[in-house]
């Protein structure tokens, strides 16, 4: 029914959305006729005009399944422009787990989603895979440095980096230990959206600050119980070219055109829950509205929101 409701309506293609939104076609990076990411060149160009109001949708307690939020941000955000108010919508990126769960998809439904529904929902503009890559990157260096001689003297009893994918998958949950070579321990995938990489990319605000961030990441503790920070593996530059464009607010539109950045979706459970830094700040210099929202109940996503989003930038 939503699929159906969604190609039954006439909408914009993204370059003239971005256009009405004050958005420089230089700073387009289109993805087709349907989406963009928008260049960091001009997130500095704009970050410093006045801003807009920030409205933040949060819940009490959320659904077994967790709907209602995003669907609520949406149609707030519709129903703004119907009021013909200067209006932006930040939502977070959809995960393949809840998609192919009992969950499902993140983009709304009936008369108030997102446009094009199946391509936000599914593989997007790659940026979960960039994520994915960079942060199994550092499981491989860990590893690899423990078989070359462990100069760190990381300690191989411990938990270490555990590997990420964008999937359920529960065979690769809990993975057998390794003892060849002296390489110790069970390892393990986790979710995309549960990767430090995820959270850290969400809060940056440049790309020297997502150095900075991935360099004080805390990737394996020696065997003394001293923590060993992501700088001292020596591939925070590369990390960082696999995040190059994942960093870039992705812009797409309601079925009624309002214009909507879906970028960053760490889940609010292990991390803080909200869409990106970069594109709530781009937003609110845009509009004056921007509407977004944190995920699980307030005392998660909004929570986060105030005690870690909004003081750290």
Known sequence: MATEIMNSQNVRLIKDVAQEAGIDSEALELYGKYKAKINLDFYEKVKQNPKGKLVFVTCITPTPAGEGKTLTSIGLAQAFGKLGKKVGLCLREPSLGPVFGTKGG????????????EDINLHFTGDLHAISSAHNLMAAIIDNHIFRGNELDIDVRRPRWRRVMDMNDRTLRELLPVTENNIYGSTGFDITASSEIMAILALSDSIKDLKKRLSRAIVAYDSKKRPIWGDKLGIIDSQAMLLKDAIKPNLVQTLEGQPVF???????????????????????????????????????GAEKFFDIVCPSN
């Open 262 to 300: 879906v970028h960053c979706g760490p889940f609010a459970n292990i991390a803080h829950g909200n869409s990106s830094v970069i594109a709530t700040k781009l937003a609110m210099s845009l509009f004056d509205y921007t509407i977004t929202e944190g995920g699980f109940a307030a005392d998660l």
């Open 106 to 117: 993140a983009t709304g439904g009936g008369m108030a989603q997102l446009f094009p529904m």
